[in-house]
């Protein structure tokens, strides 16, 4: 099995309510997520991707299309933080993305795998799979995801 990776960046606010640090305080990050996907070329000549897992691009495009777009300049917040999400529902058009968990880089990369997984497996019969997901909170912190 061969694996390529594709990182893209986006940025977003969070805060981690309970958080014995300055973390329970309003704050973002430049995150960075790496997507790493799992199977075998496409032995196909009469097709564009023929000898790639899956073209650059169309990882690229599903990531953006059902995650990175979304969480882009959006606040992350836990559905239990009941004090910000109504500070934030007073400001009108504000991009807010509720979460049934605090968001931690732990819990932000397991659910962008939730996400993703389903999008990636097994697309053009080549063994295609979602092997892991690294994001990136600072350039020198992350969490990792890894297929089970």
């Given at each position: 099995m061969l694996t390529i990776t594709k990182r893209l960046e986006f940025d977003a606010g969070h805060r981690i309510p309970q958080?014995?640090?300055?973390?329970?305080?309003?704050?973002?990050?430049r995150y960075a997520l790496e997507i790493t996907l799992e199977g075998e070329p496409i032995?196909?000549?009469?097709?564009?991707d023929h000898g790639m897992l899956m073209d650059f691009t169309d990882v690229k495009a599903l990531a953006k299309d059902h995650l990175v777009d979304l969480w882009d300049h959006a606040f992350l917040v836990h559905d239990g933080d009941t004090l910000i999400r109504n500070l934030l529902a007073q400001i009108p058009g504000h991009k807010t993305v509720v979460l049934n968990r605090v968001p931690t880089a732990e819990n932000l990369v397991a659910i962008a795998f939730e996400i993703l997984d389903p999008l990636y497996t097994e697309r053009f019969g080549n063994h295609l799979k979602l092997r892991r997901l690294r994001l990136y909170e600072t350039p020198t912190s992350w969490a990792d995801c890894d297929r089970k």
């Amino acid at each position: 099995m061969l694996t390529i990776t594709k990182r893209l960046e986006f940025d977003a606010g969070h805060r981690i309510p309970q958080h014995k640090s300055q973390c329970r305080n309003l704050h973002g990050h430049r995150y960075a997520l790496e997507i790493t996907l799992e199977g075998e070329p496409i032995d196909d000549p009469e097709s564009s991707d023929h000898g790639m897992l899956m073209d650059f691009t169309d990882v690229k495009a599903l990531a953006k299309d059902h995650l990175v777009d979304l969480w882009d300049h959006a606040f992350l917040v836990h559905d239990g933080d009941t004090l910000i999400r109504n500070l934030l529902a007073q400001i009108p058009g504000h991009k807010t993305v509720v979460l049934n968990r605090v968001p931690t880089a732990e819990n932000l990369v397991a659910i962008a795998f939730e996400i993703l997984d389903p999008l990636y497996t097994e697309r053009f019969g080549n063994h295609l799979k979602l092997r892991r997901l690294r994001l990136y909170e600072t350039p020198t912190s992350w969490a990792d995801c890894d297929r089970k």
